[in-house]
């Protein structure tokens, strides 16, 4: 041998861990699918949430006011984009704008399209007033040298057409002039247009179009708000429903228990899951490490007797545990996120639930809140051997039998 | 060196109780080779497991150096077994995930570390004559090869004093003559050693010899009639000193 060997404390661990497979693996699955199911509810959770937050981002509004008995259709509109039209009196609208708090304040008409000839499914037609609009504003700006014209729509992405064709809605032609980044929610499935051009739209459909599409003058189907800074957008819009009898605000948070109710379904059975795999997982690791702790009490016991203190022989055990959490944790984590990610359209379709990929860092933190909770099933599912250990005299289990 | 005063070990079960070590005195100085006789079954194994602190007295003192090893903490003790004695167990003894080599070595994890530790493993195995097994594991070994790695690693601290629970035990005649001249040789270069075996031909090894019946040492044979009698006046020299 060319060179004197050595041997340290990780050495023994990576030994110990490495020459014993078959329980090992056993550990290390236990683990991952602990880490796996809480990291993929917790990263369906916030990519939904995401969504939400990118959804109302992209309206650019604080508070979202809609007649009082739509309140349910308006979030319909922002979450998944069915298509619905509500209408409340434009003068509302006017007291809106006055009332302390609010900075900017933008009506919008929402009008369900029939089955369009462009798309798979009914589309959602969002009218705005380009001189109060904050929702497109905002997207336009990011966007300079795009305009809203006569007849242009900017449609949302989940509408698969390209910058230039032209789209049919109820016999007006369209242009499209810009198509929006993915949210995940109802407005991907959205057209957005100009006041002007959706009153042509309804004026010629009585001749143009199947059906006649009537947009009540003076009325509108929503408002945006936007507080000013410093502002809570609860005391605004609770001074909105005050103020202006017949409607009722849709705040992001209220959106997002919205949301929670109508996933509330998902979440159960996601949280459920998670739950119920650790509730089953721990006995198991638990039984696991039982069978360890008798099994190595003679491995122990030589240690000891070889001059081992107690605090390396726990340190051992945990360090050994610990190794097994964090390999399953990863191992979990890894084959989770993969599958996340490569069937993310499929996976969402079966939980109808809004969604985009959460950043990076967000996924990072899910990930090592995954792993830590791994590796705090890890410190828990050694203390049996720990205890069993500490209560034993050293000498006891050596005599247990030949090796 | 180790000094054992009304050692006393009683095993309680449900309804009855076994006294394995019964008001055991004994003394052993530096530089002997003490051997225990006695039936399966009297008490060796747990007389030693007493000597090296591993089990609690029921009764009875063991001291090393003079001191009362009970009032030492769990450390301290451990140090001891890590640095002081050597412990070749009834079975091999050996950690099955680790190969010979990193079986020898294991007990240097306990002491401060030290680079030369690799090179003594090797010379320690070189010595029991298992060095061309270094790198295998312990279940590909026969039981002589695994008794012989078990007395490599239990010198690998340089210990004053080697304990060994039946060394020899399901060897043939000539593996045991061997391992009993390693014994002879290790005690010449200063090792204390303490010894149980069943075989009473091995009596002329020990400087001292004991036999036990029921827990208690019941005989003390006249000291044997090997050609190193006089192994108190050689120098105390332990191993450790030799490193
Ligand atoms: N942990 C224990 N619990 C209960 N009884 C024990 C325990 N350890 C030893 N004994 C009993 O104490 C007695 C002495 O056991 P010990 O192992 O010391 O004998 P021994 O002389 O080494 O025997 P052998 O030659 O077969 O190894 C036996 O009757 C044994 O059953
Ligand atoms: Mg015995």
């Not at chain 2, 009032?71 to 002081?84: M, N, P, Q, T």
């Not at chain 2, 079975?91 to 020898?104: A, D, I, Y």
């Amino acid at each position: 041998m060319s060179k004197p060997p050595d041997f340290h404390f990780f050495r023994l661990v990576a030994r110990n861990l490495g020459n014993r497979p078959y329980r090992n693996i056993a550990t290390i699955f236990a683990f991952a699918i602990i880490a796996a199911t809480f990291f993929s509810s917790q990263y369906l959770m916030s990519g939904a949430q995401q969504s939400l937050d990118a959804g109302i981002s992209r309206m650019g509004a604080d508070i979202l006011v809609v007649p009082e008995d739509y309140a349910g259709a308006g979030q319909t509109v922002i979450l998944a984009g069915t298509p619905t039209s509500f209408f409340f009196e434009d003068s509302g609208f006017e007291k809106i704008s006055r009332i302390p708090g609010v900075a900017k304040a933008s009506p919008q008409i929402y009008i369900a399209t029939l089955f369009a000839s462009c798309c798979a499914a009914p589309v959602q037609m969002i009218a705005i007033d380009p001189k109060r609009d904050f929702t497109i504003a905002a997207w336009l700006k990011e966007n300079p040298g795009l305009r809203l014209g006569k007849d242009d729509i900017i449609i949302g992405s989940a509408i698969i057409q390209n910058v230039g064709n032209d789209l049919l809605f109820y016999g007006h032609t369209f242009h499209v002039v810009g198509v929006l980044k993915q949210t995940g929610m109802g407005v991907d499935n959205a057209v957005f247009t100009r006041f002007e051009d959706a009153y042509v739209m309804a004026e010629e459909s009585g001749q143009k179009a199947v059906k006649k599409l009537i947009i009540p003058e003076e009325k509108v189907s929503a408002v945006l708000v936007k507080v000013n800074p410093g502002t809570s957008p609860a005391v605004v819009a609770s001074e909105i429903m005050a103020q202006v009898p017949g409607t009722k605000t849709i705040l992001p948070n209220g959106l997002l228990n919205a949301v929670s109710g109508q996933l509330s379904a998902i979440t159960r059975i996601l949280y459920g899951a998670s739950l119920a795999v650790t509730i089953v997982s721990v006995p198991l690791l638990g039984v696991i490490s039982a069978m360890v702790a008798h099994e190595r009490r003679k491995e122990v016991s030589i240690l000891r007797a070889l001059g081992a203190t107690k605090a390396f022989v726990v340190r051992l055990l945990l360090v050994e545990s610990f190794s097994l959490a964090i390999m399953g944790g990863c191992i979990g984590i890894g084959v989770s996120a993969t599958i996340l990610v490569l069937y993310q359209d499929f996976i969402m379709h079966l939980l109808k639930i809004p969604f985009i990929i959460p950043s990076l860092t967000t996924i990072l933190v899910q990930g090592g809140s995954a792993l830590l909770l791994s590796i705090v099933v890890g410190g828990v599912s050694a203390l049996y051997p720990v205890i069993i250990f500490i209560r034993s005299e050293p000498y006891e289990s050596i005599r247990g039998g030949e090796s | 060196m180790i000094n054992v005063d009304g050692l006393t070990k009683t095993f309680r079960m449900d309804n009855y109780e076994i006294s394995a070590v019964d008001d055991v005195q004994l003394n052993v100085q530096p530089g002997e080779f003490i051997l225990i006789f006695g039936r399966s079954g009297c008490g060796k194994s747990t007389l030693l497991g007493m000597l090296a602190g591993l089990i609690r007295p029921t009764k009875g003192v063991v001291r090393v150096h003079g001191v009362d090893i009970a009032h030492l903490s769990d450390d301290d003790v451990s140090g001891l077994r890590a640095k002081e004695i050597g412990f070749v167990f009834q079975f091999s003894g050996l950690l099955s995930t680790l190969t010979v080599l990193e079986n020898v070595l294991l007990p240097t994890l306990f002491c401060t570390y030290s680079p030369s530790s690799g090179l003594r493993a090797l010379e320690l195995l070189e010595k029991v004559g298992v060095l061309d097994r270094a790198d295998a594991y312990p279940h590909t070994l026969s039981s002589g090869e695994m008794k012989r790695v078990a007395i490599a690693r239990a010198l690998i601290n340089g210990p004053a004093l080697l304990i060994a629970d039946e060394p020899t035990g399901d060897l043939d005649v000539d593996t045991e003559f061997e391992i009993m001249e390693l014994f002879r040789q290790l005690n010449h270069e200063g090792t204390t050693i303490v010894m149980v075996t069943h075989n009473p031909d091995l009596v002329p090894y020990g400087t001292q010899s004991y036999y036990m019946e029921r827990g208690k040492i019941v005989g003390k044979p006249k000291t044997s009639s090997c050609e190193n009698l006089d192994l108190k006046s050689v120098s105390h020299l332990t191993t450790r000193d030799l490193t």
